[in-house]
């Protein structure tokens, strides 16, 4: 068992207010996991710590195998953020652009690109059905297709993790089962590890492998098919903590 993020008593406060509490979390190599809770239950701030973006008060992180404060190959994990897809008309940069800025993270700023480099963003770009749009302004495209331009960014380093902080929010419904059709693909031909935070619970327990449930504490996790039969314990009889699985 491979593992690729764990996270063992991991507590996070803001301000007085207790966000994370003693969250034992692990996504195991070739897992698709969603990661459900009601709004304000900590989603995000679980996603920036394992993203190191925020620190916990205490606990420990670790991603593929590493501890997180010595963890260097940050062109392993892609990242969509919550706000990827907000873009005004104005914005002036084009797919190609767009995606080009998700190898700066493993080259460094100021590399000139090599031509393998722009094989790769090419690449990624047929990879999530946009390439007659490359030279387009991301701004003059629809909530789908500027999602999946972010998708293509995460995936130009070629990431074994790919992390996605709600990607179908305001994203019409025929977007919505391309993009899944897209980390299906993902996730069984290049094996990729997917973490999601999201909230179209139906949509997403017909795609993923396992549920994560939080509510400050994570109360069920586990395969997509036993969430299916516990929803009505975690969300009926609100928060009556189900058995962990990990
Ligand atoms: N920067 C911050 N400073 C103070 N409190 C914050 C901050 N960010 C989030 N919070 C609070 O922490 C709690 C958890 O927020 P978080 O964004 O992690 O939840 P979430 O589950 O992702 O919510 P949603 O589903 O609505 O996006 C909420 O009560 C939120 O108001």
Redesign the pocket.
Known sequence: MEMVIECKNVNFH??G?V?LENINFVVEKGDFVGLV????????????IILGLLKPDSGQVKLFNQPISSFKERYKIGYVS?KANSFNSGFPATVYEVVSMGLYGKLGLFTKLSRADKEKIFDAIEQVGLSEFTQRNIGQLSGGQQQRSFIARALVSDPSLLIL??PTVGVDTESVERFYELLGKLHQEQNMTLLM?T?DIGMMTDHVTKVAY?NKKIHFHGSSRDFGASQKNIYGSHMHPVEQKD
């Open positions: 803001y301000e207010n966000v809770g009601p709004n304000g239950s900590g989603k995000s701030t679980l996603l920036k919550q902080d709600e935070v909230h939080l």
